[in-house]
Structures are given as structure tokens and as C-alpha cells.
């Protein structure tokens, strides 16, 4: 079924027109990102039930003008007046320019957006629309999946969590016309147990653009969950030192957000605060490495029709055949630097300011087999599970927690697990390693990426399984 537009959108939609109308004999440029999105949250344990709003949701609108050179925003929730609205942001604005250039706070400088006449609409698709469908279900449905992990023996909780979003976007300016409904839902198995004298934790999750058919997908997970919970549970600690590792999906899309994802956002290349900057058109990792990033790079929860600036989502080659092509770019960095937007410019909220920030970003498929890759390691593990990561984009340093490792020894699996894992190296030492790439691929979307003053936006990442060296510890 198709996801319903906003009527408040629509309903407001003349007004904001008519703001723009206003704003435009005041500045020489004028456009407004209206935002209407919501969603609920449900989260059933053996101890405690919950349902609540969905964590990003919003309603308001962010006008951006352009005056003396800059770019200067005001955001706002309530449009019911647009000539005393436009002008509210007309005085305001201007007086905090004068304000700015009289306390001689350098302004940063940028060209005047030119835009194509364009008008364009994207209606999304799910089967089994959540707000249909009786929190009394969706909780009860959770709670046979909580109860099932929790009767295993062990295990001190087990929680299972669905959340579902309705995202509807409209950016209007004197030249764009453009509108966007999309819905997406995650969902999330969780075990908590002790053994061997220690108390560990494992999980599973899920998401996509998608609706409460998400539920049916938890089902079958509750096994799996268990069987690395006691794997980790019974693991030792690795042996500090460097290892050839075969890197689960779910790793391999934690190198590829941390090693150049935010490597590459182009905000920082303005800020020189990346060395990514510098390596453009130079060979960063092994031959057989691709890596994208884009809203057309995969369907996920950070797919969309335009990002928060009105810049067309876009399918970005960031690595190709193991050089660095280009970096992803929010639309004033693209504009400062003389470059492309690439659609990735995203806010966490019509109250915050935009960033260069990833979408979908993922490795692609090659042609090896987990099998071949497994069996040409003589002393290694298989990595699977991500829990944390970190970067240092200036310096190209990366650090990586893993849930845990399955040993190799003469290319075989010998039983034996490492927990946890931490993985850590120089980004073009680790990519330059890669020496085999699988034809398997799978997304993660169920997390969400924190910058500037930890603004957070949905992101997904993933790929294939990796080989590669690293060090362990």
C-alpha cells in the first residue's frame, strides 16, 4: 500500500508559498524545508512494557535566505500569518547580520544558490501499514518473541522492540517544488545472560523501508540470539596483535561508516579538518575495493527522494577500484568548495543546522565466497557483531568494537571465540589489505550517527563479508 501524505503539509502548504513570496523581495534567495514526521516506539521485557513516541519525530519549518554574501536560517512551527511571519524573519535576521559584521564575527562566505526550475514527488510503498494494526497486537506479538528468548536457561531478560516512522518532507523554493512520504520500521531481540561467571548481551535487528511486516522477520531470530550469547559468554580474551580477519556484513559496514564515511563528509574539507581532502584521485585501498554512499545506493531507512537542502538524493562512488574519487557534500560545502551536491545534506530536526552527513553507506559485492575466504586463512577469526566505532578523519585512525570473534586455524572454524573485540588500524593500511570481497550483502539500519553538537540522523550502512589484516586487541 502506499504511504499517505500529510495533510498539514498540504494544508499549509499555500501559505508557505505565500511566505516565500514575501521573502523573496527582501532576499536574493528564499526556501523553506517543512517537516511533518512521527511514529511510535513499542518495547516489551520480562520486567517491563513500553510505548511511546518515535525519537525523531517533528512538525515545523526552517527558511533559509541568502543577504551580503551568507546564509542566514530561522526556524518556526506555526505559519498562520505569513506577512507578520515574513516579517518576524525579516527583521530578525537582518539585524543579527548587522549585529554579526558590527562585532566583526566573520561571516562564512558562499556563493548565491542557483536552482533549476523542478517538481518532483515520492510516494513510498508498504505492506502492513502500523497504524493500522492495535498497539495490543504489536505489544502482544512482541511479547511472544521476549517470552521465547527468556525461557532459555540463563538468561536474566529478553527484550524485543519494534519502532516505525511516517516521514513526510516538503521543500519549496521560488524555483522547486518538491514533495516526499516514505515510511520505514526497525526492529530489535535483545538477551541479556550470565555463565562462566560473567553476565554478557547479544542482539539482532532489523529494518527497511517497510511496515509491521517487520514483526514476521523477529520471529525466527530468537535461536540466533541465544547461540552468540553463550558463544560470547564462553569466549576468551584475543591474544593482542595482527590478524587476517574475515569481517562480517554488519563490520564491514561499521569500516566502511568510520573509515570514510565521515572521512569523506565535505563539510570537513572546508574546515580542513580531513585528510581525505588531499588523497582525492589517489589509491586508498586494494584494487577490488568499492565503496558508495548515497540515498540511491540502497533502499533503506536513509533512503529519500531530496535531502533537507532540496538537493536530489544521489548514488555516490566514494572508492573505485581502490582510489578515492570524491567525498559526499551537504549543499553550501559543495557550493564553497566549487564542487556537486551530492543530497547529503541532513538535519536532525527542522531546528538544527544542516551537516554533510551519510546515508546509505556500503561496500559492494565481489565475487569470493565466505567459504574461500574462510578456508584460506591459517590463523585468524571470522569478526561478527558491531558495537561502537570511532574515527579520527584528520589522521586516519580507526577504532572498532566488535561482538565477537570465531577463531581460524588451516582454514577451518575450530569452535573457539574471542569477546569482545577490539579492532583498531590506519584506514589505508586496513583498506589496502582487502583481498577478498564476497557476493553476499546486507544493510543495518536500525542505528543512528551523532555530529556536530551530536546531531543524530537515521543512517544504514553494510556490504559484503570482507578479508582483510588488522590488529586485534
Same mark, same amino acid.
Given at each position: 500500500?502506499?504511504?499517505?501524505?500529510?495533510?498539514? %503539509?498540504?494544508?499549509?502548504?499555500?501559505?508557505?508559498?505565500?511566505?516565500?513570496?514575501?521573502?523573496?523581495?527582501?532576499?536574493?534567495?528564499?526556501?523553506?524545508?517543512?517537516?511533518?514526521?512521527?511514529?511510535?516506539?513499542?518495547?516489551?521485557?520480562?520486567?517491563?512494557?513500553?510505548?511511546?513516541?518515535?525519537?525523531?519525530?517533528?512538525?515545523?519549518?526552517?527558511?533559509?535566505?541568502?543577504?551580503?554574501?551568507?546564509? #542566514?536560517?530561522? $526556524?518556526?512551527?506555526?505559519?498562520?500569518?505569513?506577512?507578520?511571519?515574513?516579517?518576524?524573519?525579516?527583521?530578525?535576521?537582518?539585524?543579527?547580520?548587522?549585529?554579526?559584521?558590527?562585532?566583526?564575527?566573520?561571516? !562564512?562566505?558562499? =556563493?548565491?544558490?542557483?536552482?533549476?526550475?523542478?517538481?518532483?514527488?515520492?510516494?513510498?510503498?508498504?505492506?502492513?501499514?502500523?497504524?493500522?494494526? $492495535?498497539?495490543?497486537?504489536?505489544?502482544?506479538?512482541?511479547?511472544?518473541?521476549?517470552?521465547?528468548?527468556?525461557?532459555?536457561?540463563?538468561?536474566?531478560?529478553?527484550?524485543?522492540? !519494534?519502532?516505525?516512522?511516517?516521514?513526510?518532507? !516538503?521543500?519549496?523554493?521560488?524555483?522547486?517544488?518538491?514533495?516526499?512520504?516514505?515510511?520505514?520500521?526497525? @526492529?530489535?531481540?535483545?538477551?541479556?545472560?550470565?555463565?562462566?561467571?560473567?553476565?554478557?548481551?547479544?542482539?539482532?535487528?532489523?529494518?527497511?523501508?517497510?511496515?509491521?511486516?517487520?514483526?514476521?522477520?523477529?520471529?525466527? *531470530?530468537?535461536?540466533?540470539?541465544?547461540?552468540?550469547?553463550?558463544?560470547?559468554?564462553?569466549?576468551?580474551?584475543?591474544?593482542?596483535?595482527?590478524?587476517?580477519?574475515?569481517?562480517?556484513?554488519?563490520?564491514?559496514? %561499521?569500516?566502511?561508516?568510520?573509515?570514510?564515511?565521515?572521512?569523506? &563528509?565535505?563539510?570537513?574539507?572546508?574546515?580542513?579538518?580531513?585528510?581525505?581532502?588531499?588523497?582525492?584521485?589517489?589509491?586508498?585501498?586494494?584494487?577490488?575495493?568499492?565503496?558508495?554512499?548515497?540515498?540511491? $545506493?540502497?533502499?533503506?531507512?536513509?533512503?529519500?527522494?531530496?535531502?533537507? &537542502?532540496?538537493?536530489?538524493?544521489?548514488? +555516490?562512488?566514494?572508492?573505485?577500484?581502490?582510489?578515492?574519487? +570524491?567525498?559526499? $557534500?551537504?549543499?553550501?560545502?559543495? #557550493?564553497? %568548495?566549487?564542487?556537486?551536491?551530492?543530497?547529503?545534506?541532513?538535519?536532525?530536526?527542522?531546528?538544527?543546522?544542516?551537516?554533510?552527513?551519510?546515508?546509505?553507506?556500503?561496500?559492494?559485492?565481489?565475487?569470493?565466497?565466505?567459504? &574461500?575466504?574462510?578456508?584460506?586463512?591459517?590463523?585468524?577469526?571470522?569478526?561478527?557483531?558491531? /558495537?561502537?566505532? !570511532?574515527?579520527?578523519?584528520?589522521?586516519?585512525?580507526?577504532?572498532?568494537?566488535?561482538?565477537?570473534?570465531?577463531?581460524?586455524?588451516?582454514?577451518?572454524?575450530?569452535?573457539?571465540?574471542?569477546? =569482545?573485540?577490539?579492532?583498531?588500524?590506519?584506514? =589505508?593500511? %586496513?583498506?589496502?589489505?582487502?583481498?577478498?570481497?564476497?557476493?553476499?550483502?546486507?544493510?543495518?539500519?536500525? @542505528?543512528?550517527?551523532?555530529?556536530? /553538537?551530536?546531531?543524530?540522523?537515521?543512517?544504514?550502512?553494510?556490504?559484503?563479508?570482507?578479508? *582483510?589484516?588488522?590488529?586485534?586487541?
Amino acid at each position: 500500500m502506499k504511504v499517505e501524505k500529510s495533510n498539514y %503539509l498540504l494544508k499549509i502548504k499555500p501559505k508557505i508559498q505565500q511566505l516565500i513570496s514575501l521573502l523573496d523581495k527582501e532576499f536574493d534567495y528564499v526556501s523553506v524545508l517543512a517537516t511533518d514526521v512521527a511514529g511510535t516506539a513499542y518495547r516489551v521485557g520480562q520486567k517491563q512494557t513500553s510505548v511511546g513516541d518515535y525519537r525523531f519525530g517533528e512538525r515545523g519549518f526552517v527558511v533559509r535566505v541568502y543577504l551580503n554574501g551568507t546564509y #542566514l536560517e530561522y $526556524s518556526f512551527n506555526q505559519c498562520e500569518d505569513a506577512e507578520k511571519l515574513a516579517k518576524t524573519i525579516t527583521k530578525e535576521l537582518k539585524e543579527q547580520l548587522t549585529a554579526m559584521e558590527a562585532l566583526g564575527i566573520a561571516k !562564512m562566505e558562499s =556563493p548565491l544558490i542557483l536552482e533549476e526550475q523542478m517538481e518532483k514527488e515520492m510516494i513510498g510503498e508498504i505492506e502492513i501499514n502500523p497504524e493500522e494494526v $492495535s498497539a495490543e497486537d504489536i505489544l502482544a506479538h512482541l511479547k511472544k518473541v521476549s517470552d521465547k528468548g527468556a525461557s532459555h536457561e540463563g538468561i536474566i531478560e529478553f527484550q524485543a522492540a !519494534m519502532q516505525f516512522a511516517h516521514v513526510n518532507k !516538503m521543500f519549496l523554493s521560488k524555483n522547486k517544488n518538491l514533495m516526499q512520504s516514505y515510511a520505514f520500521a526497525e @526492529g530489535m531481540a535483545a538477551a541479556i545472560g550470565a555463565g562462566n561467571d560473567k553476565t554478557d548481551m547479544a542482539y539482532r535487528s532489523f529494518s527497511g523501508l517497510k511496515g509491521a511486516e517487520i514483526l514476521d522477520e523477529m520471529d525466527s *531470530c530468537v535461536e540466533e540470539v541465544i547461540k552468540e550469547l553463550n558463544d560470547k559468554l564462553n569466549a576468551s580474551a584475543v591474544t593482542p596483535g595482527m590478524y587476517d580477519v574475515v569481517v562480517s556484513p554488519e563490520v564491514a559496514g %561499521l569500516i566502511a561508516h568510520e573509515a570514510f564515511g565521515h572521512g569523506v &563528509e565535505m563539510d570537513m574539507f572546508v574546515k580542513n579538518r580531513a585528510l581525505a581532502k588531499d588523497y582525492i584521485g589517489k589509491p586508498v585501498a586494494s584494487e577490488i575495493t568499492i565503496m558508495k554512499d548515497g540515498a540511491l $545506493s540502497a533502499a533503506q531507512v536513509s533512503s529519500y527522494l531530496f535531502d533537507d &537542502e532540496g538537493t536530489l538524493g544521489g548514488d +555516490t562512488t566514494i572508492i573505485e577500484n581502490g582510489t578515492l574519487k +570524491t567525498g559526499i $557534500s551537504d549543499l553550501l560545502s559543495a #557550493l564553497r %568548495l566549487g564542487t556537486t551536491p551530492t543530497g547529503n545534506g541532513k538535519r536532525e530536526s527542522f531546528e538544527r543546522k544542516a551537516y554533510a552527513r551519510m546515508t546509505n553507506t556500503v561496500f559492494t559485492p565481489g565475487t569470493d565466497t565466505v567459504e &574461500e575466504m574462510i578456508s584460506s586463512i591459517e590463523d585468524g577469526f571470522l569478526l561478527e557483531g558491531m /558495537h561502537s566505532g !570511532m574515527e579520527d578523519p584528520k589522521h586516519w585512525g580507526i577504532q572498532c568494537s566488535v561482538a565477537i570473534g570465531y577463531e581460524i586455524k588451516n582454514g577451518k572454524l575450530t569452535g573457539k571465540t574471542v569477546a =569482545p573485540v577490539t579492532l583498531t588500524g590506519y584506514v =589505508p593500511d %586496513l583498506l589496502k589489505s582487502i583481498s577478498m570481497v564476497s557476493n553476499d550483502f546486507e544493510l543495518f539500519g536500525s @542505528g543512528a550517527c551523532g555530529k556536530g /553538537h551530536k546531531e543524530w540522523v537515521k543512517v544504514s550502512d553494510g556490504g559484503p563479508y570482507l578479508k *582483510c589484516k588488522v590488529r586485534l586487541g
